[in-house]
């Protein structure tokens, strides 16, 4: 019984070495592959999902290395809303699918830029492949997505407005608002041929930068049909601030000033404040 215990402790160490070379022998038998590194430029993206603005080029850089044998063809696809064919010459004047030479079938490194790439909102689909000479491939594949880009509100500008008396109040017109009227004591600027004004609080003057984040804020607000914060009485500082949209323009109003005067024509109530559109 023991030498039967023996031998089979013998056997299995003799099939264990057997597996292990095996194992060893399939590990020198696979090749090295070749390796392949893409970076978009703008976004600093190796691959997967990529968000630019439209309008905004694309450039890809790569870096394509042979592994246990040369490369031997590099291909570019694209497929989607920006489609361009043929595909463009890269940096290094290359076109492709492109048949690497001698110069570069070890190391093939270049760059190849989409001018148009951001010129349709919506998906594209961007793959760079390296083949060697064994027939295996490497891919790199990116799918760049175009969103509406933002824009800046401009600077501060400076408005007035006013009114004598009975008369109709000026310096409104510009934004579709009128002044015609006032309360026993307050002025009552409203709508005119403006589309909407809403209320935006003190906060929206500092905080809302892009014409986009206006036009939101502006639709998800509270239409009010007039604005009666100014004193038709007695002078006094404001921090009031409206959004309004007039011809399709966009724009935030901070009311800062309300001055009253008395004279020959009658009250004179001046408002002064900013805006940016």
Known sequence: MKSRNLFSLGLAAVLLLST????????EDTPLSA????????????????????????????DARKGATDLETFSVSVTGVNVVNPIPTSYGGKTYPYELS??????YIDTLAFINGGLNLGTTSYTFTVT??????????????VVSGTTSLSSPQPFT??????????????FGLKWTQNSTTNAIVAIDN????????????????????????????TSISQYTGV???????YNDVLGVIYNGVNYILR???????????????????????
């Open 20 to 27: 292990a070379s095996c194992s060893d022998d399939d590990t």
């Open 35 to 62: 390796r392949l590194d893409v970076t978009e430029v703008g976004t600093g993206s190796i691959g997967g999902d990529v968000s630019i603005e439209q309008g905004t080029p694309l450039a890809f850089a790569f």
């Open 102 to 107: 001698n110069d570069d079938d070890e190391i």
């Open 132 to 145: 060697d000479g064994n027939g295996a491939s490497k891919s790199t594949s990116f799918d760049v997505t």
């Open 161 to 174: 407005w006013q009114r004598v008396g009975g008369a109709n109040g000026i310096g409104l017109s510009q």
């Open 194 to 221: 403006a589309t909407t004004m809403v209320d935006l609080g003190t906060a929206s003057w500092a905080n809302i930068t892009t014409q986009q984040a206006l036009n939101s804020a502006i639709n998800s607000g």
């Open 231 to 237: 004193s038709a009485t007695v002078n006094g500082n």
């Open 255 to 277: 009311v800062e000033e309300g001055i009253v005067t008395t004279g020959g024509a009658g009250t004179t109530i001046t408002i002064n404040g900013q805006y940016k559109e």
